[in-house]
């Protein structure tokens, strides 16, 4: 059964590539996502991973450890809740 993981606290210079090469060793990896600011294309620090096999490993040796001189937070990723969209705009609906 595949588990998704989160990991928090990502060095900004991680990518996709760099994160997968890490949590390979644990187990079979299908997925990486280092999400980015839509604006600037920066990391945001953190990403999700997908793994067939080995997350539960993953976990338990990666959450606390130090990557690049930030501390790893890793756990299984909770399912994303809908949001309400709200329609910004700036006058609060005075015209």
């Known amino acids: 059964m595949s588990k998704n993981l989160y990991i928090g ?10 994160l997968r090469a890490v949590f390979e060793q ?5 997925n990486v996502k280092v999400i980015s600011d839509r604006m600037t294309g920066r990391s945001r620090g953190f990403g999700f991973i997908e793994m067939d096999e ?14 690049e001189g930030r501390v790893l937070t890793v756990n299984e990723a909770r399912p994303r809740t ?8 700036g006058d609060g609906g005075r015209y």
């Open 9 to 18: 606290n990502l060095p900004f210079s991680a990518t996709d590539d760099s």
């Open 26 to 30: 644990f187990g079979t990896v299908s």
């Open 82 to 89: 809908d949001r309400p969209r709200s329609g910004g705009g």
């Open 54 to 67: 080995g997350g539960d490993a993953a976990i338990e040796a990666m959450n606390g450890k130090e990557l």
